[in-house]
């Protein structure tokens, strides 16, 4: 019976951590950025929850993953987040996948997988590579169908508003 609890707790805490990210994911859309929401919790506290914000800052760097992991070393003092997770709406990209190694985040919840730069499972399993100490584990597919929705939108318009008027692109 203890099992089934922790297993549920666990469950809950996916859901609550997905929702956040997917609450942030929507932000980010309405802001016209690539709609792609984290949050980074240590328990069931958020540390930080952020949204993609490379257009409105100019910064490559700014995607929801690196905000979160930044602004969640400021807020406990340190860099090591080995009792965190990072929840997010897309598969973590080369440098974000590399970011979660760097800074050990224990754990890493990600909804819509990226076949073309994912690089937690999809195209590369960068946390789990020994040279990076490979302490990052990672679990796909939370709400995937929501998070997968919500960057569909996204381009099915970006392609819309770039066609011509008479159809053509």
Known sequence: ????KEADAAEARREEG???ALAEGRKALAEGEVPVGAVLMR????????HNRREQTGDPTAHAEMLCLRR??????????????????????PMCAGALAMSRVGRCVWGAADPE??????????PA???????????????????RELLQSFFRKRRTEKQEPDGRE
């Open 1 to 4: 019976m203890p099992r089934e």
């Open 18 to 20: 997905m929702e956040l």
């Open 43 to 50: 328990g069931g506290e958020v540390l930080w929850a952020d």
């Open 72 to 93: 969640g070393t400021e807020r406990l003092g340190g860099w090591r987040l080995g009792e965190c997770t990072l929840y997010v709406t897309l598969e973590p990209c």
């Open 117 to 126: 730069k994912g690089c937690c499972g999809s195209v590369y399993d960068l």
């Open 129 to 147: 590579d020994p040279a990076l100490g490979g302490g990052t584990r990672w679990s796909a597919g939370t709400r995937e169908r929501e998070c």
